[in-house]
């Protein structure tokens, strides 16, 4: 019989109704009492640690459930996480970047409506990830409506529907149906890795999407602001450069040393800076592309990077270094770079 630790966070899933709103207050024991028949099936020990809506998760709260983790990862053959949505695909690619060389499955599920309600998504989804925490496999996954995502892969794409989330430029690990699981995509074990732990992170990260207007000025002010940026640009990468050129204030800021990287707002098929004039004028030398990866793993994977040097080129290699599938990159000229997980950490 398969032995899971299931880590509580909060979240809607653990929601119930106040005089304010919806707020967290169910504990492990009270959720998992309305999946009596899933309890049969292996043994689940429960830890809280912490209650909170998922709008307030930071940081410091994913390093403490990576360290729960790697604290207990022999003691147990799988883990579940429960968490609320909104920052949901943040937290499981920041754990897919502290827990390195996972051999286990660490699954990440919530709900739309709270396990107390009559009706509610949350009784199937906590039980998929169950199930699946259950399989002889490695990495770190959400589990919802059915669906296996990678964690650096998973977003939000639904603020009420019980299918919000989606798999980003990546397709489905599995899905599960009951008791049965049908693997869409190859899944490596890394049976044979021990697990390192690296929780180091640099906070000062800053997230700005371009817009039509956006002052060049905006950009000097952030020169003592922060140690690294993340931008949305348009389309393929384009940074505009006429006559407001935010082209020149982002190479000279990399220039002073900051780490920056350039996503698209488009949700599908990444960047590629070197298709237009308005990509190739930035300074590929020193800005960090992105290729597909999603803006939920950007983040939190530079912050992580940030976290082990701040030399720009370091950051750049490792930023650029697939890890955990996070990237896959198709160019123009149709040649591919396949992101494929690393075994070890870029130094």
Not at 10 to 31: Q, R
Not at 239 to 254: D, G, Q, S, T, Y
Request: net charge negative; hydrophobic share 35%.
């Amino acid at each position: 019989m398969k032995k899971l630790l299931l880590l509580t966070t909060g979240g809607t899933i653990a929601s119930l109704e106040g005089e304010d709103g919806l707020a967290p207050e169910l504990k492990a024991d009270e959720m998992l009492s309305h999946l009596s028949e899933r309890n049969q099936l292996c043994q689940i020990d429960s830890k809280p640690l912490m209650n909170i809506d998922s709008t307030n998760m930071q940081p410091e709260n994913w390093a403490k459930i990576a360290k729960s983790i790697y604290e207990h990862y022999h003691d147990y053959d799988g883990f579940v996480i429960t968490h609320g949505t909104d920052t949901m695909a943040y937290t499981s690619a920041a754990l897919s970047y502290m827990l390195q060389n996972v051999g286990k499955p660490i699954v990440i599920t919530g709900s739309q409506v709270p396990i107390a309600f009559q009706k509610t998504d949350a009784k199937r989804n906590i039980s998929d990830a169950i199930r699946f925490a259950c399989e002889e496999i490695g990495g770190v996954y959400v589990v919802f409506d059915g669906r296996v995502i990678l964690g650096t892969r998973a977003i939000k794409l639904r603020t009420k529907s019980y299918d919000a989330f989606e798999s980003i430029n990546y397709p489905y690990v599995a899905f599960v149906n009951n008791e049965d699981i049908h693997y869409n995509t190859p899944v490596d074990t890394l049976k044979n890795k021990e697990i390192k732990l690296d929780i180091s992170l640099c906070k000062d990260v800053l997230l700005i999407k371009l817009y039509p207007g956006i002052k060049p000025e905006f950009f000097d002010s952030l020169k003592n602001l922060c140690k690294g940026i993340v931008i949305e640009s348009y389309g393929s990468g384009g940074i505009p450069f006429e006559r407001r050129n935010i082209v020149e204030k982002l190479n000279n800021l990399a220039k002073c040393g900051m780490s920056i990287v350039i996503t698209t707002q488009c949700l599908e098929e990444g960047e590629d800076m070197d298709i237009y004039e308005v990509g190739r004028k930035v300074d590929h030398e020193i800005i960090i592309r992105s290729r597909n990866m999603n803006t939920e793993a950007i983040v939190p994977k530079l912050m992580w990077a940030l976290g082990k040097t701040q030399e720009p080129q370091k950051v750049k290699k490792i930023m650029e270094t697939p890890i955990a599938d996070d990237l896959h990159f198709k160019s123009y000229d149709g040649s591919e770079e396949n992101g494929k997980r690393q075994e070890c950490i870029p130094n």
